[in-house]
């Protein structure tokens, strides 16, 4: 294989007491797409902002496209594209207009900048709105107009800060089609996400970070499996009968969560077979259940498989940690 | 999930990034393999950007436009009347290079909001993720603020001759004198990059600027004259930069009276101390504002 499009080695960064990266290292190999999963402050964004040149780590370093983002900066901003969390688009100009500055600012000829501007807005679906204020944009349109600009000089890696967060269901698919054509012509991807669907859908690799750290990596099939195929989870009518229910589920032999508050057991599944053994099982010792069901794997249960707590727990919102 | 996803491989096209793989529909990398464009260029680029906001936004100029006009109305016709400037051209001549200073100061405003919105936006992060040079952008603000604030300046010496203003000396003076605003202007652009890179919301850029500002250039020889000040006041005005700068305009444009025999020293040698003014504010404010634009960014 040749060398990694990206790689993190031990990036740190802290902002005074606060470490916000804590020794995160990964590599990717050039052509595929990394997700970065994890809860907000977790320390994506971070992380995200030392590969793009954007924040100098405390330690350790990164190398995109083969170049060191402390010693090259330059070169990396060359060689990268980035889509921030929020829109960074200027709304008072068109959507041709910020295709052109950003091309223009990027050292390309006119011409090219006028032929590449009118490909991307085609593939995004903006010819019609090419010559409208950004202002007047959907989020749809806005976050397709957004990935345009970074693409403006068709960089080899791209970096993706929750490109989907705030899109309806609809755009959210429409720009994982995006996505996977970008990565059908060659380019690195690395993509954060709170959502596990995501990182599901479209990497190849997926790191989990939690508190500035890397818990864990691997492919997304390795990281379900990790988490569990399914859950069954059941709430019960009454809190006395928690101990009892727990009871019946550590039957099956795995490790069973407790949520005493809201009534509720998780434990791993094997499938529908055991959800009907355990039905009847609940059936027969008579205690009275308020639901019982079999639950998908999502981001929550990888962290509790992983954190032993629920990704909601971490409410603080990164933008504003950072800021410390 | 897709099954050749399953597999965790890279695609077999995938090369490395330095290889000249055809990439987005036959194109090449762009930026990688393109000549990185000069300053000037880059400059020139977003100063467009910055000028395309007010062609898009034409009330972003009521600042350097009615504003100023409403206050000449204000000043000339309505208190005019009861301030003796005891100047031959009187109060309305008077007042004019009072606002020019005025409206040049509020550049400052101009430029701190410009720079917290492009902050506040994520725009500068993605300049910087840019490979441009570092002081294109604050190259570029200061350029479109001056052009801003000319543009004020144009306003106000038009509005100026239709209510009476007149200048009564020769080119070279009219000429240092327009010298020494724009110059004024330069100073007020840094002040305002970097109350800009301090503060966190165009609001409290307008509470900031609106709270400091808009009384500093009251307390001056802008509108009144000093003298009849009580003493700590007239002090504190005769010292005020803005006053140097005024009475350095009325003189060179011919709109001044005599200077008292008791005026504080700024005033009696107003060119000289309008310069040092100017570029001192420069000298300090100039690295304090890097300062605090690469607090902003580089350390988040």
Known sequence: ?324 | MTADRATGAAPPHAKAPHANAPHLNGMYLNAMHGSRASLASQVRTLVRRNLTHIKRMPEMLMDVTIQPVMFVALFAYVFGGSIQTGTAGGYREWLLPGIMAQTMAFASFIVAIGLTNDLDKGIIDRLRALPISRSAVVIARSISSLIHSSIGVIVMSLTGLLVGWRIHTDVPRAALAYGLLLLWGFAMIWVGMFVGSAMRSVEAVQGVMFTTTFPITFLANTFAPTEAMPKVLRTLAEWNPISALVQAMRELWGNAGPVAADAALPLRHPILASLLWSVGISLVLAPLAVRAFRNRTEKA
Request: a negative charge.
């Open chain 1, 1 to 324: 294989m040749s060398a990694p499009a990206l790689e993190a080695i031990g990036l740190v960064k802290r902002f005074g007491d606060f470490t916000a990266v804590d020794g995160v290292s990964f590599a990717a190999a050039a052509g595929s797409v990394l997700g970065m999963l994890g809860p907000n402050g977790a320390g994506k964004t971070t992380t995200v902002r030392m590969m793009t040149t954007l924040s100098r780590p405390t330690a350790g370093t990164a190398r995109v496209a083969g170049f060191d983002v402390t010693e090259d900066p330059d070169a990396v901003r060359r060689a990268m594209g980035l889509t921030a969390q929020a829109a960074t688009v200027d709304e008072l100009l068109t959507g041709r207009e910020n295709l052109r500055m950003i091309g223009e600012l990027y050292g390309l000829d006119r011409a090219t900048v006028r032929r590449s501007s009118d490909e991307l807005l085609a593939r995004f679906s903006l010819t019609e709105a090419a010559d409208r204020m950004v202002k007047t944009y959907s989020g749809g349109m806005r976050r397709r107009i957004d990935l345009a600009v970074s693409l403006i000089a068709t960089p080899p890696v791209l970096f993706l800060d929750e490109p989907t967060t705030g899109l309806d269901p609809r755009s959210r698919v429409e720009l994982w089609e995006v996505l996977r054509d970008l990565v059908r012509d060659g380019t690195t991807l690395l993509l954060t996400t709170q959502y596990l669907e995501e990182a599901d859908q479209l990497a190849d690799q997926i790191v989990v970070i939690d508190h500035g750290k890397v818990i864990a990596a691997g492919t997304p099939l390795e990281l379900k499996q990790q988490s569990g195929a399914a859950a069954l989870v059941v709430t019960v009518s009454h809190a006395d009968d928690l101990a009892r229910a727990r009871g019946i589920l550590e039957r099956g032999g795995g490790e069973v969560f407790v949520d005493e508050g809201a009534r509720q057991l998780t434990a791993p599944s094997e499938g529908l077979r055991a959800l009907t053994q355990v039905a009847e099982a609940f059936a027969a010792s008579g205690i009275e259940v308020d639901d019982l069901g079999l639950k998908r794997p999502t981001l929550d249960d990888v962290f509790l498989r992983l954190t032993g707590h629920r990704a909601e727990d971490e409410s603080a919102d990164e933008t504003t940690e950072v800021s410390v």
